[in-house]
């Protein structure tokens, strides 16, 4: 009888230890994003625009470089809204348009904090 019992209880420890390491790894890229976008949007209020731009960039090609995994995983109608998000702060970013500059980039870094609640182990999230 107990031969019965370890099969499943595998299969539910393998699927339990899957979430929570791409919880964990949809969280880091999260808090690496955001600190990018942080330091574009510092360098942007100091009037510093290539280094608003370059710091954007940066982000942009970390974000880019993980879309393959975040497809997979996470709802592509979150993903949009941040990769639009992402193409008007890089516009806005070009024109050096600093007041709507800097209201886009918190747009966005909302919706990057979005993205990493959708994927925590969390109850809501659950239920």
């Known amino acids: 009888m107990r031969k019965y019992w370890l099969s499943p209880l595998l299969v539910l420890a393998l699927l339990f230890g899957g979430a929570m390491a791409n919880a964990h790894f949809v969280a880091r890229s999260v808090e690496d994003w955001c600190a990018g976008v942080e330091l574009s949007l510092a360098a942007a209020e100091a009037?510093?625009?290539?280094?608003?731009?370059?710091?954007l960039d940066a982000v942009y090609a970390a974000w880019d470089a993980r879309q393959?995994?975040?497809?997979?995983?996470?709802?592509?109608e979150e993903l949009d809204a941040a990769e639009a998000l992402f193409a008007v702060?890089?516009?806005?970013?070009a024109a050096e348009e600093g007041a709507e500059f800097c209201a886009n980039t918190a747009?966005?870094?909302?919706?990057?904090?979005?993205?990493?609640e959708m994927e925590e182990i969390s109850i809501k999230n659950i239920l």
């Open 89 to 93: 702060s890089r516009s806005f970013a």
């Open 107 to 116: 747009e966005l870094l909302t919706q990057l904090a979005l993205l990493r």
């Open 68 to 76: 393959t995994y975040f497809h997979i995983m996470v709802e592509h």
């Open 47 to 55: 009037e510093d625009w290539d280094g608003a731009r370059e710091a």
